[in-house]
């Protein structure tokens, strides 16, 4: 990996981080303060409403921090990734930010309406505040389906004259399967860290007497924290299983595997495994072949959907092959062989194995952390319940004060996840067709040094604003 990309990616994630960090906290507040208001417009009981506003008013700071870290984001991945967005010329167009930007103004609208008349809590109130949830939400839909188009670009074609992509279809990048799968997956990620900062901060309420409502805070976040890290995990394994048919290097990172087989154990630490479940968790089936880093390379195995897989000399011979050709197409003969080779357009670029294979430790260790944060979280979490149900339970004081961090271990978990997915991508922008070398802009190394500065300082610029927002709500 070059130090130009290196730097690139790492002046990317810096505002990226901050801003799903954010984005997550807003949106699983959203819900927790979706359902105390609906309790209470249930029970009519006036300590649910100062609850209800209690967690309103974080919600209302996230929402705002979220939108902030939106900017720097935004503008460091337009400028720093140009040459990304001119060889996709349509996930750039006026129609996509345009799409964007109606649902992002009806977010704007409904957080208005919410706020209206903050001292009450009607029927229309809390229907606003379910439908500001949804709306929320959907604002990363788009960029969602973006990343999951550039993981598997089904329906992608190159235009012969200047290489840029096309597709043939919108709904194969917005109805994707992939699609789906992620924003779900992203959604029941966000339930769990609002649900997990619920219960963190009704820990602390506990611990001082400061809350009347944090013993139920603590039991129902709890659950419903347990209830998404399941889902999560659910809609997890069945991204997993797609992923791994289309970007089969980076489940085989993950793992470092070298040389695959059918049988293929899992590995959960170094020599400690369990047979089978590698190629259960890949293919579905005990007995499915799981390609290895080398087997990626060199090719020749059966793919889930038929057909040999070709090796990295063959891509790399059809990808040149195609840009000999692309000045000399007259015929539908030579359009077709055009269409068939240049979607290993991307090889061109990549002559030896060494540079197809990402750094495994990184992403060995981040799945670890990950799978590892989750199921403590869970067991926390349900010794959490266990010791306020049991009154007298001798460790109940001590699991209130481990719970009250565990919102880090909820963010280290997320975090971790959106590393796997994001960066488990190298060496390409988009599969098969656009190298990450090829894809960011070619500013000299003191140029992006002066802007990760300067972002660094924005996104701390941030955070300080944040946390005065926190002081002046008394929160």
Known sequence: MNLNLTLTEILTTVPASLFWICFALASGLLLVTAVIKTTFYIVRDNSWKEYAFYWERWTNVFIRATAMSGIPFV???????????RTVPFISSAWSVGVEAVIIGITLLLSVLVRKKPETITKRNVTMTWLLGLSFNLTLWWPIAVSAWMECPLGTFVNASDLTLGFSHLSWIVFSPLAALKFFHMVASCWVIGAVFLVSLSCRHLLQHTQEKARTGIIAGSALAILAMVLTMCIGDSTGYTVSKQQPMKMAAIQQVDKGGKEMAFSIIGPVK???????????????????????VDGGYRLPEGG???????????????????????????????????????????????????????????????????????????????ALVQEKAPWREYLLRINSYTYLLALCCTLCGWFIAE?????????????????VSAYPIYIICIELAVMLALCMAIIRYMFRLIKKNNL
């Open 308 to 386: 040999v897989a070709k090796s990295l000399t063959e891509k790399h011979g059809l990808a040149n092959h195609a840009l000999q050709i692309r000045q000399d197409i007259k015929d539908d003969y030579t359009q077709q062989l055009f269409r068939y080779e240049s979607q290993y357009l991307g090889y061109s670029r990549l002559n030896s194995s060494a540079r197809l294979k990402p750094q495994t430790q990184a992403y060995y260790w981040a799945f670890r952390i990950m799978i590892g944060a989750g199921f403590l979280l869970i067991v926390l979490l349900a010794g959490l319940i266990y």
């Open 75 to 85: 503008i460091v991945a337009g400028i720093n990734w140009a040459n990304l967005w």
């Open 274 to 296: 369990v047979p089978k479940m590698l190629s259960r968790l890949a293919t579905h089936s005990n007995f499915g072949f799981f390609p290895g880093m080398d087997d990626v």
């Open 423 to 439: 960066f488990g991508k190298y060496p390409w922008a988009v599969t098969d067709l656009l190298t990450a070398e090829a894809a």
